[in-house]
Every structure is written in structure tokens, then in C-alpha cells.
């Protein structure tokens, strides 16, 4: 016999039942809490039978979080060294190509952002440059930007699925299910933490090869110049900044991510996930990732705006750049960032999740725990 529920219907009359009398927590507050954009991702509980593990072979059942559905013939168990090596492997492929590939829009949206007076919009922008420097003049910063952000991916796609088990453990195989949402964002915001402190040296040399004509063409020369004038400071000057653009943006990246997953398989998508074809579910991933991407761009860029001046400007702190900008000031370059992050995360998503598939990392979706299925009266 199979049983299907809504798992938030069934959650919501358990815990009323069982915890929550009516008069304390009236039916408003309830459909206020249940339409959370950050409450746990919507799913469908559906009882299988499953083969039995031979003893040794399968990691904890707490352990089984990820975005995408699992087909056969893993390549390794879930948390092992060689997957979190392979994970590591991905975020740099991933996050590396993608932002350097970019390159010539995040330097008309760093100009933008320094100098609006005299490159005032996107097109401009790119026109004043191919007119100055030539077209080679649009990959200028493409060396800092490769290996800067081939080390966030690592730290940031490496450390997630580690701080994700780590944390896992800590919480026990039930409150992960429950919690996983708030576990995601827990885990990007740590693994984010240390990803900023490998990519803020070559963020700086980026910054300024791009917004300062003449300082320096390639990273040999940018790097030892900013050295012998500033010391080791003025390659982590702005790692605050960059806590407070990325940090946000990557708890969106992931948490927003994982939720359009869930809804696109549940509202878009005409067949479950675990009948969708490996290129069907990376599609998903692509779309998803994109819309997370918005979200992204919008909710870190005002950061990201006093990044690229206090880079530029020297003896310049966060807050005189933030005074200096002002509530309009921080949101120049916004349209050029939207298109550059949505694309970026997307594809980001898409090279990440096409690693696991092509080196057969397991993918499991959540997980139900046996043990708070019978708490919830949904198996016999």
C-alpha cells in the first residue's frame, strides 16, 4: 500500500494535534508561517520499498541532503573523502569558468559603479571602453578573476557539504529533515565565511586593473605594486565588505535555489523528479539556479558597490564609501549585475551538478526518517 501526503498539511495537523492547541496559535498565524519563503521545501511522501544495505556500505540517514534525484551505480558513499574532494573539484570548474567568462560585463559593471558620470549604462560603458582600450581592453582583470574565484569554489562548494554533515551530526537524523532549510543556510553562510578570505587578494587586484587606468595591465604587475605600496593590507581591506556581499548572497544562492526545486518539480515540471532523465534534471538545475541568481544579485549588490569603490579608492573604510554612495548611489550598475549573477548562478549550478553526474556522486533527495514517519502516524 502506498501513502501519499502533503508533507506541510500533515506536519501542520501533527503538530496542532500534539503541541500547538487552537486558541494558542490561531489559523492565521498558521498560513502566515506555512507561506515562509524560508520554511522547509515542499515534498511528497511516498512509501517504496528499498533494497537493504549490505553492512559498511551506507552513510547515516541524517546525511541524506542534496538537490537532485539519485539513479544508480555511485561512484563513492555520500561524505566520503573522494566525494567531498570531487565536490571541491566542481566548485573550482564551476565558479572559476563561469565569473571569468564574464569578465568583460563585470568590468563595465565595476567602471559603472566607480565612475557613472562618465560611463552612465551598460552600453556606454562597453563603448567607451572598446573605443579607449580596444576590444582585448574588455578581458583586463581575467587572471585575478580565474584564480580568485576558482579558490571560492572550492571553499564554498567544498566546505558547504562538509559544514552540511558536520552540522547534520550535530542536529541528529530528525532534526536535520525538519530543519534542513535553516541547515542550508547555516552551512553556505560558514563555508561562504572562508571562501571570502581565499578570494579577497585577487578581488582586490581585479578591482583595481579594472577600475584604475594605467595602474596595472595583468596580475604580475598589479599584485607586487599593491604589495610595495600598501603591505599585506591592501589585500584584505575589503574582506568585511566582501563577508557582507557574499555571505547573503550565497545563503540566497543555496536556500533559493533549493526551494525552486522543489516548486518547479512540483508546479512545472509534468513528471516526478525520479522519472526525469539526468539532461531533464540539469535543465531544472539551469532554471533554477537562474532565478536564484536574481535574488542573489538583488540582495547582495549594495555591498558589492562599496566593494568595488573601497578597492579602487585608498585610506577609503566601508562606512565613508557607504556615506559617500548614498541609498541611490549603491544601487548603480544594478541591471548589469542582475544579468551577470543570474547567468553566473545558473551556470554555476548547472557545471556543479553535471560534475556529481558525470563522476557519479550520489545525489539524494531529503529524506524522511522512518522514526518521525510513525511519530506523524504515516506508516502503519
Not at 575589503?238 to 557574499?246: C, D
Not at 522514526?371 to 506508516?379: H, N, Q, R, V
Amino acid at each position: 500500500m502506498k501513502l501519499i501526503k502533503t508533507a506541510n498539511v500533515c506536519s501542520l495537523q501533527f503538530c496542532q494535534k500534539t503541541f500547538f492547541p487552537r486558541k494558542m496559535y490561531p489559523t492565521t498565524l498558521t498560513q502566515l508561517a506555512r507561506g515562509n519563503p524560508f520554511s522547509a521545501p515542499l515534498f511528497t511522501l511516498r512509501q517504496v520499498d528499498e533494497p537493504k544495505q549490505s553492512p559498511g556500505t551506507g552513510g547515516p540517514g541524517n546525511r541524506r541532503l542534496a538537490a537532485a534525484a539519485v539513479e544508480g551505480g555511485d561512484s563513492c558513499e555520500f561524505g566520503s573523502q573522494k566525494y567531498l574532494i570531487l565536490c571541491g573539484f566542481g566548485g573550482i570548474l564551476s565558479c572559476g569558468t563561469t565569473h571569468t567568462a564574464v569578465v568583460p560585463l563585470d568590468l563595465v559593471k565595476c567602471r559603472l559603479q566607480v565612475d557613472p558620470a562618465k560611463y552612465q549604462s551598460i552600453f556606454k560603458g562597453f563603448s567607451i571602453t572598446v573605443r579607449e582600450d580596444g576590444f582585448r581592453g574588455l578581458a583586463k582583470g581575467w587572471a585575478p578573476t580565474f584564480f580568485g574565484y576558482s579558490m571560492q569554489g572550492l571553499c564554498k562548494f567544498g566546505l558547504y557539504e562538509v559544514f552540511k554533515i558536520m552540522y547534520s551530526d550535530m542536529l541528529g537524523e530528525e532534526n536535520t529533515y525538519l530543519w534542513r532549510t535553516s541547515l542550508y543556510l547555516a552551512a553556505s553562510a560558514s563555508a561562504e565565511f572562508f571562501a571570502d578570505i581565499a578570494l579577497a587578494p585577487m578581488e582586490a587586484c581585479k578591482v583595481r586593473i579594472q577600475t584604475q587606468p594605467g595602474y596595472a595591465n595583468t596580475l604580475r604587475q598589479c599584485a607586487p605594486k599593491m604589495y610595495a605600496e600598501e603591505g599585506v593590507w591592501a589585500f584584505y581591506k575589503g574582506v568585511v565588505p566582501l563577508w557582507m556581499r557574499q555571505i547573503p548572497y550565497t545563503m540566497m544562492k543555496f536556500a533559493c535555489f533549493e526551494r525552486t526545486v522543489e516548486l518547479l518539480y512540483k508546479y512545472a515540471v509534468p513528471k516526478p523528479r525520479s522519472e526525469c532523465t539526468k539532461p531533464e534534471q540539469l535543465v531544472v538545475t539551469f532554471v533554477a539556479g537562474y532565478i536564484a541568481g536574481v535574488f542573489c544579485a538583488i540582495v547582495s549588490h549594495p555591498a558589492d558597490s562599496v566593494v568595488s569603490v573601497l578597492n579602487k579608492e585608498k585610506g577609503s573604510t566601508a562606512t565613508q564609501v557607504l556615506k559617500k554612495l548614498g541609498p541611490k548611489g549603491v544601487w548603480k550598475g544594478l541591471v548589469a549585475r542582475i544579468i551577470m549573477i543570474g547567468t553566473l548562478t545558473a551556470l554555476q549550478w548547472f557545471i556543479y551538478d553535471s560534475v556529481k553526474v558525470y563522476f557519479r556522486l550520489p545525489r539524494p533527495p531529503p529524506e524522511m526518517p522512518e522514526s518521525l514517519k510513525k511519530k506523524m502516524g504515516l506508516t502503519e
